[in-house]
T-cell receptor, first 110, second 112 residues
Framework: TQLLEQSPQFLSIQEGENLTVYCNSS?????LQWYRQEPGEGPVLLVT???GGEVKKLKRLTFQFGDARKDSSLHITAAQPGDTGLYLC??????????WGAGTKLIIKP | EAGVTQSPTHLIKTRGQQATLRCSPI?????VYWYQQALGLGLQFLLW???????NRGNFPPRFSGRQFPNYSSELNVNALELEDSALYLC???????????FGNGTRLTVT
C-alpha cells in the first residue's frame, strides 16, 4: 500500500518554466521532509515542514504543508538546469517512522 | 565534518552469491538506516540500527540482514542473491530517530 502518493512521477520541462510536485496521503503526519537526489549521490534534505499551512521558501523553491498535515507541494519558479534531479517527499509519523513517496524525476532542458 | 561513507561504490555478484555492504555514519550519529532504491525512484526501507541493536526492519526476506558495530558503523548482508536484488543500496545516519537523515552515496549492486 502506497501511503504517500507523489506526482508526477516524471517531468521534463524547458528552462524558465514553473512546476509543482505534489505529495498526498490520507494519513496525518507530524512533519514532512523534501529531499533532492542527484545522479550518483544520496538524497539531500532540502526542507522540513512541521505546522499545518506552513510555507517555506528556499530561493526559487516554495514548499507548503497542507492545513490538515496530510499533503504537501513543492513549487519551483523559473526552473534552471541545476534543478534537475530526483525529488523525494517523506512523511514523518508520530513514531518517527518515515513514509516515502515514489519520487519525481525532474529534467530541466536548457 | 565527514559525511556518511559507503563501500564499495560498485559491487558485481552472480546469482546465489552473498554480498556485504559497509557504512560509516557521521561522527556522533548512533542511528543507521539501510534503504534499497531500484529503478532510480523511491526508497524502500530495509533496516534500522541504533546503539548496536536492530530496531526495525522493512518488508524484506530474512536473507537481508545486517549488524551495527560498537563504533556505530554497519554492515548489510544479502545472502542467496537474486537478479531482483540489483539496486542502489543507501545508508543513512542520524543522531536520533527524530532527526533528519544524512545519506551516503550508496553502493550499486549488480547481480548477474
Amino acid at each position: 500500500t502506497q501511503l504517500l502518493e507523489q506526482s508526477p512521477q516524471f517531468l521534463s520541462i524547458q528552462e524558465g518554466e514553473n512546476l509543482t510536485v505534489y505529495c498526498n496521503s490520507s494519513s496525518v503526519f507530524s512533519s514532512l521532509q523534501w529531499y533532492r537526489q542527484e545522479p550518483g549521490e544520496g538524497p539531500v534534505l532540502l526542507v522540513t515542514v512541521v505546522t499545518g499551512g506552513e510555507v517555506k521558501k528556499l530561493k526559487r523553491l516554495t514548499f507548503q504543508f497542507g492545513d490538515a498535515r496530510k499533503d504537501s507541494s513543492l513549487h519551483i519558479t523559473a526552473a534552471q538546469p541545476g534543478d534537475t534531479g530526483l525529488y523525494l517527499c517523506a512523511g514523518v509519523r508520530s513514531n518517527y517512522q518515515l513514509i516515502w513517496g515514489a519520487g519525481t524525476k525532474l529534467i530541466i532542458k536548457p | 565534518e565527514a559525511g556518511v561513507t559507503q563501500s564499495p561504490t560498485h559491487l558485481i555478484k552472480t546469482r546465489g552469491q552473498q554480498a556485504t555492504l559497509r557504512c560509516s555514519p557521521i561522527s556522533g550519529h548512533t542511528s543507521v538506516y539501510w534503504y534499497q532504491q531500484a529503478l532510480g525512484l523511491g526508497l524502500q526501507f530495509l533496516l534500522w540500527y541504533d546503539e548496536g541493536e536492530e530496531r526495525n526492519r522493512g518488508n524484506f526476506p530474512p536473507r537481508f540482514s545486517g549488524r551495527q558495530f560498537p563504533n556505530y558503523s554497519s554492515e548489510l548482508n544479502v545472502n542467496a542473491l537474486e537478479l531482483e536484488d540489483s539496486a542502489l543500496y543507501l545508508c543513512a545516519s542520524s543522531t536520533d530517530r527524530a532527526s533528519p537523515l544524512h545519506f551516503g552515496n550508496g553502493t550499486r549492486l549488480t547481480v548477474t
